[in-house]
């Protein structure tokens, strides 16, 4: 008699990650994102421009509110740039928390009917905003070309590499750890919704999106700093426009915030996300 | 012959309303006690000790162990809320069990999911790939069999048009056809018959000989039409209240499951006035239903004639007539019969009616009766005194779909060539 190919137990362990699978489901990933993408596109009125037209939109907005009406410091950044690295590192970072934290509430009706690792939602929605990332990096690099040939702005590009890929790996990693805990909170609590788009909104206050950390006072600095995501920021404006303030010490914090969270946010994931669908 | 699942002791404690005990002190004293001091989680011991269950725990499913061998169609009966698709639910691993184990061979997948996933902007080729995916087909699979599934759903000229703009029949279809191409070795079907129109469906009945004859799978069929059991499983389980009340070859379990309906309460009665339901102007005495069957252990089918009879307590000199209404399950009312109106005198009153036969469709139905004075002032309302089950019955159709409509008369309904 052969042995049986599978079996359902009650239990799913804390540290049931099932890499295996998640890799046979990879096509499934792959659809996710493009569907995603389609469906974005066919839906909205400006079509796939709106990538784009978004973080401009809000570029021009706080060039005028931060820069011209209250007069925050951009560390003698050039507003436009100071203001867009930030904009579209924290669209990272917070479409990233934001999509993960809603898995199970935006697919409810799909996890009632059939199985698959549901893990694929939170790297389709991490994976779409990378590309999307991706796609306003390159609206980043026209502007800092522009700087540089018109206005004879000064470039590092040999620190590029490494800011961008602290930045692909820190900004959405953090998002999807963070996202992974708030996901099962937000199944269980409806009422969490609201408080998640509040703290987001709060979070970016304490992080230097706006403002360089340069010009936190040093009795707030500790709460900025606490922050994980501050050195994300700041390393990828010391790399792009040649002024930040961090250590590879508060990035090695970072990096650790991020693993711990993803860790203990996939332990949760796994071992609470089948028993959500026990309710009546 | 070898097995393709195993169920062993399966059981599905349901929590109403709120997962977990819903609040947040609770939960955490729960995790406390059994994932910390290693006891046995208080709630779950409670809610088994106790055979009537607070009102917030539900056991779906009860001890169900069963196995289903290689290539065999196993047929699972039940009525409405007997654990079927909570069985179900937990074969196609969407829900976790409480207890027990279910082992298996080889890919599950579940007609119930047909559609899954379907996004209503994208185009019919591309919700194919998304849709196969989710049911967990591989990219290759899709592709090598994209051609097959187009044109068994017959879509070919809108495939690349969004699918928000397709017929219901043409979605359907399409949703269909990629769940027929799935080629599991164990596969779940759960009344998908009751879509589509007849041709389409003989094309799913086809298919589902097709897979289990000629390619050896194995197939769960879950259905309400006996006749389909029939005539598809070699073997099947009557589930009733989440437990196994029969299990074996299929002429044996319908046979329990028919004859299990007729214990339904069929007629009640009331021996003094007090206790009796009712009010100052009528006391009910009795009401009971009597189908009109030619051997008494048949079942009660859409060819059945039906007589209610009741008896009550006047209890003023009124003028009085009664109505007799027959309500859907879902509760729409399908229709309202009256007595003609009489001048009674205190004391004990009967009447009668009768519900021809070939009239009611198959399904669940509630009878009401409505107590009215001087054919305008509603007096009582017996709600939902009696309550019948209609089966299903055909005779040379080829069609095993849900007949439609609440009623289904048999009309003079005549057909013939016309000589020219």
């Given at each position: 008699?052969?042995?049986?190919d599978w079996s359902i137990?009650?239990?799913?362990?804390?540290?049931?990650?099932?890499?295996?699978?998640?890799?046979?489901?990879?096509?499934?990933?792959?659809?996710?994102?493009?569907?995603?993408?389609?469906?974005?596109?066919?839906?909205?009125?400006?079509?796939?421009?709106?990538?784009?037209?978004?973080?401009?939109?809000?570029?021009?907005?706080?060039?005028?509110?931060?820069?011209?009406?209250?007069?925050?410091?951009?560390?003698?950044?050039?507003?436009?740039?100071?203001?867009?690295?930030?904009?579209?590192?924290?669209?990272?970072?917070?479409?990233?928390?934001?999509?993960?934290?809603?898995?199970?509430?935006?697919?409810?009706?799909?996890?009632e009917k059939v199985y698959f690792?549901?893990?694929?939602?939170?790297?389709?929605?991490?994976?779409?905003?990378?590309?999307?990332?991706?796609?306003?990096?390159?609206?980043?690099?026209?502007?800092?070309?522009?700087?540089?040939?018109?206005?004879?702005?000064?470039?590092?590009?040999?620190?590029?590499?490494?800011?961008?890929?602290?930045?692909?790996?820190?900004?959405?990693?953090?998002?999807?750890?963070?996202?992974?805990?708030?996901?099962?909170?937000?199944?269980?609590?409806?009422?969490?919704?609201?408080?998640?788009?509040?703290?987001?909104?709060?979070?970016?206050?304490?992080?230097?999106?706006?403002?360089?950390?340069?010009?936190?006072?040093?009795?707030?600095?500790?709460?900025?700093?606490?922050?994980?995501?501050?050195?994300?920021?700041?390393?990828?404006?010391?790399?792009?426009?040649?002024?930040?303030?961090?250590?590879?010490?508060?990035?090695?914090?970072?990096?650790?915030?991020?693993?711990?969270?993803?860790?203990?946010?996939?332990?949760?994931?796994?071992?609470?996300?089948?028993?959500?669908q026990?309710?009546? | 012959?070898?097995r393709a699942i195993q169920v062993?002791?399966l059981?599905k404690?349901?929590?109403?309303?709120?997962?977990?005990?819903?609040?947040?002190?609770?939960?955490?004293?729960?995790?406390?006690?059994?994932?910390?001091?290693?006891?046995?989680?208080?709630?779950?011991?409670?809610?088994?000790?106790?055979?009537?269950?607070?009102?917030?725990?539900?056991?779906a499913l009860?001890?169900v162990?069963f196995d289903v061998k290689q290539g065999e169609v196993f047929g699972i009966i039940g009525?409405?809320?007997a654990g079927k698709s909570t069985l179900l639910k937990i074969l196609s691993k969407v829900i976790s069990p409480?207890?027990?184990?279910i082992k298996g061979r080889g890919r599950i997948n579940s007609l119930l999911e047909i559609g899954t996933?379907?996004?209503?902007?994208?185009?019919?080729?591309?919700?194919?790939?998304?849709n196969g995916?989710f049911l967990g087909m591989?990219?290759?699979?899709?592709?090598?069999?994209?051609?097959?599934?187009?044109?068994?759903?017959?879509?070919?000229?809108?495939?690349?048009?969004?699918?928000?703009?397709?017929?219901?029949?043409?979605?359907?279809?399409?949703a269909f056809?990629v769940a027929a191409h799935l080629e599991p070795d164990i596969l779940i079907i759960d009344e998908v018959l009751a879509v589509?129109?007849?041709?389409?469906?003989?094309?799913c009945l086809?298919k589902m000989h097709e897979v289990s004859?000629?390619q050896g799978r194995t197939i769960l069929f879950v259905s309400h039409n006996?006749?389909a059991i029939?005539?598809l499983c070699n073997r099947a389980m009557?589930l009733?209240?989440?437990?196994?009340?029969?299990i074996?070859?299929v002429?044996?379990?319908?046979?329990?499951?028919?004859?299990?309906?007729?214990?339904?309460?069929?007629?009640?009665?009331?021996?003094?006035?007090?206790?009796?339901?009712?009010?100052?102007?009528?006391?009910?005495?009795?009401?009971?239903?009597?189908?009109?069957?030619?051997?008494?252990?048949?079942?009660?089918?859409?060819?059945?004639?039906?007589?209610?009879?009741?008896?009550?307590?006047?209890?003023?000199?009124?003028?009085?007539?009664?109505?007799?209404?027959?309500?859907?399950?879902?509760?729409?009312?399908?229709?309202?019969?009256?007595?003609?109106?009489?001048?009674?005198?205190?004391?004990?009153?009967?009447?009668?009616?009768?519900?021809?036969?070939?009239?009611?469709?198959?399904?669940?139905?509630?009878?009401?009766?409505?107590?009215?004075?001087?054919?305008?002032?509603?007096?009582?309302?017996?709600?939902?005194?009696?309550?019948?089950?209609?089966?299903?019955?055909?005779?040379?159709?080829?069609?095993y779909?849900?007949?439609?409509?609440?009623?289904?008369?048999?009309?003079?309904?005549?057909?013939?060539?016309?000589?020219?």
């Amino acid at each position: 008699m052969k042995t049986w190919d599978w079996s359902i137990v009650p239990e799913s362990s804390w540290f049931n990650w099932n890499l295996k699978e998640l890799w046979e489901y990879r096509h499934l990933l792959v659809r996710l994102i493009r569907r995603d993408f389609l469906v974005h596109h066919q839906q909205t009125l400006l079509g796939p421009m709106w990538i784009v037209y978004q973080p401009i939109i809000t570029l021009i907005t706080y060039v005028f509110i931060f820069e011209k009406a209250v007069g925050l410091s951009t560390d003698g950044v050039p507003s436009y740039l100071f203001y867009f690295s930030g904009i579209i590192v924290w669209n990272l970072f917070s479409e990233s928390f934001i999509g993960t934290a809603f898995t199970f509430t935006q697919n409810a009706q799909l996890f009632e009917k059939v199985y698959f690792p549901r893990m694929i939602i939170p790297f389709s929605v991490v994976a779409t905003h990378l590309i999307r990332f991706g796609i306003q990096l390159i609206l980043f690099a026209l502007l800092l070309a522009f700087f540089i040939f018109t206005k004879d702005f000064e470039v590092y590009p040999v620190r590029w590499l490494p800011a961008l890929l602290t930045t692909l790996i820190l900004a959405p990693g953090l998002g999807m750890g963070l996202g992974l805990i708030f996901s099962l909170l937000t199944a269980k609590y409806r009422d969490l919704v609201n408080v998640i788009h509040l703290g987001v909104r709060l979070l970016m206050f304490a992080t230097p999106v706006i403002y360089p950390l340069s010009i936190v006072s040093s009795d707030i600095q500790a709460i900025v700093l606490f922050n994980p995501l501050t050195p994300v920021f700041e390393f990828f404006r010391y790399a792009f426009l040649g002024n930040g303030m961090f250590s590879y010490l508060q990035l090695l914090y970072s990096l650790v915030s991020m693993i711990v969270l993803i860790v203990f946010g996939s332990m949760l994931f796994n071992k609470f996300g089948s028993k959500l669908q026990d309710v009546l | 012959m070898e097995r393709a699942i195993q169920v062993e002791n399966l059981s599905k404690l349901y929590s109403l309303g709120k997962v977990g005990t819903g609040s947040f002190r609770q939960d955490i004293k729960r995790w406390w006690v059994s994932q910390i001091l290693k006891k046995e989680d208080p709630f779950f011991t409670e809610a088994k000790s106790n055979q009537q269950l607070s009102t917030d725990f539900i056991w779906a499913l009860r001890d169900v162990s069963f196995d289903v061998k290689q290539g065999e169609v196993f047929g699972i009966i039940g009525r409405n809320g007997a654990g079927k698709s909570t069985l179900l639910k937990i074969l196609s691993k969407v829900i976790s069990p409480t207890e027990g184990i279910i082992k298996g061979r080889g890919r599950i997948n579940s007609l119930l999911e047909i559609g899954t996933g379907f996004h209503d902007e994208l185009s019919g080729r591309e919700n194919i790939y998304l849709n196969g995916h989710f049911l967990g087909m591989t990219y290759h699979e899709i592709k090598r069999k994209f051609d097959e599934i187009v044109d068994f759903s017959g879509v070919e000229r809108f495939i690349d048009t969004p699918v928000k703009r397709y017929s219901s029949g043409m979605y359907v279809r399409l949703a269909f056809a990629v769940a027929a191409h799935l080629e599991p070795d164990i596969l779940i079907i759960d009344e998908v018959l009751a879509v589509g129109d007849a041709e389409f469906q003989k094309k799913c009945l086809g298919k589902m000989h097709e897979v289990s004859t000629k390619q050896g799978r194995t197939i769960l069929f879950v259905s309400h039409n006996m006749q389909a059991i029939s005539n598809l499983c070699n073997r099947a389980m009557f589930l009733n209240r989440g437990q196994v009340a029969d299990i074996g070859p299929v002429e044996k379990v319908v046979n329990t499951y028919l004859s299990g309906i007729q214990k339904l309460k069929a007629s009640h009665s009331w021996n003094t006035k007090e206790v009796a339901p009712g009010n100052e102007f009528i006391r009910i005495k009795s009401v009971e239903l009597i189908p009109h069957l030619k051997n008494p252990t048949d079942p009660i089918d859409i060819r059945t004639p039906l007589t209610i009879k009741f008896q009550f307590w006047n209890l003023k000199n009124i003028n009085l007539c009664v109505g007799l209404q027959v309500c859907a399950q879902s509760g729409e009312c399908i229709f309202d019969v009256s007595s003609p109106a009489y001048d009674f005198s205190e004391g004990v009153i009967e009447g009668q009616c009768e519900i021809a036969g070939n009239f009611l469709n198959d399904g669940s139905y509630y009878i009401s009766l409505i107590f009215v004075k001087d054919t305008s002032v509603e007096l009582f309302n017996l709600e939902e005194c009696l309550s019948i089950d209609v089966e299903d019955f055909r005779e040379n159709i080829n069609w095993y779909g849900k007949w439609p409509g609440y009623v289904r008369p048999k009309f003079p309904f005549e057909l013939r060539q016309k000589v020219t």
